[in-house]
């Protein structure tokens, strides 16, 4: 039966106002919300109960049966990597992908289990890159039908009901379609594989891809972006992140390599602005990391941000972060967004993060810095047939949030023996500022792959703008060797020495080995940093050095950040915890001991009239879900 219009405009404006009641209570996307602010403005927990918080349930993987199961046959012991699943909650039910493919729906207030999909991807074989594993799921809802998007590491992606965990059929080929095709070429299937989750916007589910980090071989999957009709699953557009014959940028791939070259690609979570109609695709390194010889240029858009149009794919504006990469600084995690006032400017912002330890703030509708960066001189590469760029972007503000690059301001010296011994294990190796390029001798880079700024991401606060970032001091050696004849047809590949040791069991560098930096970002003043666990503290203790307090962990979880607190989990030696800090000071305010290590980024909830904070725990054989509240 047809409503009256004017009883059916009311229903509308009462599922409006229902679903944005619901959004207020709810984590809807990865990051929060499309802006990847990983806020929530939650207030129930603050300074003078969290230390009241309680396990209020636990949800144990049903990927553990199967790791057991694998383990007890005597061919076959596949093994999930660590479980990095971040949970989004919708009306009170979380929804979460396992490191082997699974989706779960999960009651918010109990931890009761509604219902578990299985892609069956974990039976494909271990994929590219980090193994078994997985960062999570997307939601999309047209006010009626609900679905989950489900991107499996066989690269499939999977559209299921969310009340049901039943695959809706009308979707692609049954409930499901094949990423490996449609990039424009063949590709090596193994090679190529989803880790992220989608991001939904509108009716268009837009996805990046994993590809395989250690190639052998020039020819490898390009990490085209494309989008999806969320309700049919045909592809509606599709963004060459490797500029194409007749694109712009063509021009800075040279020699024809953009016909072979690949990567290329947002592994990452992506960002989106509705009202500006625009998505940012933090773009990364092109094959190889290390060795760019066969592809002379800028390489366009490797290294980029991108804000393309989200309705056709059409590229906006782009900043290149780094020109012809040879140290694997992909862009690592989706940008903040943020309205910011400068000078008494209002500017719609965003801030993304780097592997290098340089924030860049942007117009988000322009790409135009807001502070100046600057393009440069660095060290030119003395590798045959390598042609580095004799500059690269440095931002002018904010400051750096982690050391770059080996000299005297970065080299440790809690005595002077152990600086001696410090200058003596770096010598046998080329070392300077950062953007030192690979070399046949090996070249100590600092930060190394995995940053700096990590995939962990930052979250910054619209009421503030400030912007809290988690970030590791850890430093790598990329040594290029010829490869074996016949193995493959680069010219130098990473081999050798991968690693420098520290003086007497120590890391290399100055303390913080692990930091959490507090940026102002209408100002582009660091407000605070404080080290971020305890970290080897004991161990220097024990050599006889003075003790020198809290010296950070590396390992971290990605924050969340509500209107009271800032919470952020990690491995802190032996110990699995969650901290709850003082947004206004970085003070530790509440440690939570976790029953199990944490790798995936923390969010929050409201269910019941009560405020949760979930995370994702464990991995190889043990995986789990747990939900602390007030009691």
Excluded: C
Excluded at 332 to 344: E, H, K, W, Y
């Amino acid at each position: 039966m047809q409503l009256p219009k004017s009883i059916a405009i009311s229903l509308a404006a009462i599922s409006l106002s229902l679903s944005s009641f619901s959004a207020a209570n709810d984590w809807v996307h990865y990051g929060s919300d499309l802006a990847s602010t990983k806020y929530a403005p939650f207030d129930q927990i603050d300074h003078t109960n969290v230390a009241n918080l309680q396990q209020a349930w636990s949800w144990a993987s049903p990927d553990n049966a199967t790791v057991a199961a694998n383990h007890a046959a005597e061919n076959f012991r596949a093994t999930p990597g660590a479980f990095k699943s971040t949970p989004i909650a919708i009306k009170g039910v979380l929804y979460i992908s396992t490191s082997f493919g699974r989706v779960a729906a999960i009651d918010g207030i109990s931890g009761q289990e509604l219902w578990v999909f299985d892609t069956d991807s974990w039976q494909a074989g271990r994929p590219a890159n980090l193994g078994y594993n997985h960062r999570g799921v997307s939601y999309w809802t047209n006010g009626t039908d609900e679905r989950i998007v489900m991107l499996s590491n066989d690269a499939w992606m999977w559209s299921i009901d969310a009340k049901t965990g039943k695959l809706d059929t009308s979707f692609g080929d049954g409930g499901k379609v094949d990423l490996a095709q449609g990039l424009g070429r063949e590709i090596n299937r193994q090679a190529y594989t989803m880790i992220a989750a989608p991001l939904i916007y509108d009716n268009l589910v837009i996805v990046g891809s994993s590809i395989h980090d250690g190639p052998q071989f020039q020819e490898a999957p390009p990490g085209h972006v494309r989008a999806y009709d969320v309700t049919s699953g045909e592809q509606v557009w599709i963004f060459h992140t490797i500029a194409q014959p007749g694109e712009f940028g063509h021009e800075t791939w040279e020699n024809d390599s953009w016909q072979k070259v690949g990567n290329t690609n947002v592994w990452t979570q992506m960002s989106a602005d509705m009202e500006l109609g625009l998505v940012y695709l933090p773009v990364g390194t092109p094959t190889n990391d290390w060795y760019g010889g066969h592809r002379p240029g800028d390489n366009l858009y490797a290294e980029s941000l991108v804000a393309v149009n989200a309705r056709t794919g059409v590229p906006v504006w782009h900043f290149q972060a780094v020109k012809h990469g040879l140290w694997d600084y992909d862009m690592p995690a989706a940008p903040n967004l943020i309205d910011i006032n400068v000078d008494g400017r209002q500017i719609k912002a965003l801030a993304q993060i780097s592997k290098q330890g340089f924030v860049y703030v942007l117009d988000r509708a322009t790409g135009e810095p807001v502070w100046p960066i600057e393009d440069r001189p660095v060290p030119p590469s003395t590798v045959p047939g390598e042609r580095a760029s004799p500059t690269q972007p440095h931002p002018t503000r904010p400051a750096p949030f982690d050391l770059q690059g080996i000299s005297d301001e970065t080299l440790v010296n809690y005595t002077p023996e152990i600086r001696a011994e410090a200058l003596a294990n770096i010598e046998r190796f080329d070392y300077g500022p950062l953007f030192t390029p690979p070399s046949l001798r090996g070249t100590i880079n600092l930060p190394g792959w995995a940053g700096g700024g990590g995939w962990q991401g930052s979250a910054v606060d619209p009421e503030t703008g400030m912007i809290y970032i988690p970030s590791a001091t850890s430093e790598i050696v990329v040594q290029l060797v010829e490869p074996e004849a016949g193995s493959s047809d680069f010219s130098y590949v990473r081999g050798g020495l991968t690693s420098v040791n520290g003086p007497q069991g120590l890391p290399l560098t100055k303390p913080p080995y692990g930091r959490l930096t507090a940026i102002d970002l209408n100002t582009g003043d660091h407000k605070w940093v404080v080290p971020h666990g305890e970290g080897i503290r004991q161990r220097i203790i024990d050599l006889g050095i003075l003790d020198p307090g809290p010296v950070g962990s590396t390992s971290r979880t990605g924050p969340v950040l509500t209107k009271t607190l800032l919470f952020i989990a990690q491995q802190d030696g032996r110990r699995s915890v969650m901290r709850a800090f003082d947004k206004e000071t970085g003070a530790v305010v509440h440690e939570i001991d976790l029953p199990s290590v944490p790798s995936a980024t923390p969010m929050t909830y409201m269910a019941g009239g009560k405020q949760y904070i979930a995370i994702a725990l464990g991995g190889a054989t043990e995986s789990s879900v747990v939900s602390y509240a007030l009691p």
